[in-house]
């Protein structure tokens, strides 16, 4: 059974920063791609950053050069430092990693920053 468990959300000034981690069971996450997805109030669900099996990320373009998503093997767990956080990075953050039928997904963290 999979399940992933996202922690580090909170409130933060517009500068800060925070860090997202997301602890994953029933998997291994290096044998997997693993994702981070956000969701504004009102908004689509988009993709925010992702690491593939042989450690090659990818970024919205909106997060580039301020977000970094890694892995820690040891761990099991995915992490997103997030710094020079903006009001619209406000959402709530969610794990993510492909399924054999569907994407399996954490329950989220709410992120929010304020101005």
């Known amino acids: 059974q999979v399940r992933l468990v996202e922690s580090g959300g909170g409130l933060v000034q517009a500068g800060g920063s925070l860090r997202l981690s997301c602890a994953a069971s029933g998997i291994t996450i290096s044998l997997n791609t693993m994702a981070w997805y956000r969701q504004a109030p009102g908004e689509q669900r988009e993709l925010v950053a992702s690491i593939r099996i042989g450690g090659s990320t990818n970024y919205a373009d909106s997060v580039k050069g301020r977000f970094t998503i890694s892995r820690d093997n040891a761990k099991n767990t995915v992490n997103l430092q997030m710094n020079n956080l903006k009001p619209e990075d406000t959402a709530v953050y969610y794990c993510?990693?492909?399924?054999?039928?569907?994407?399996?997904w954490g329950q989220g963290t709410q992120v929010t920053v304020s101005s």
């Open positions: 993510s990693t492909p399924g054999p039928f569907f994407p399996y």
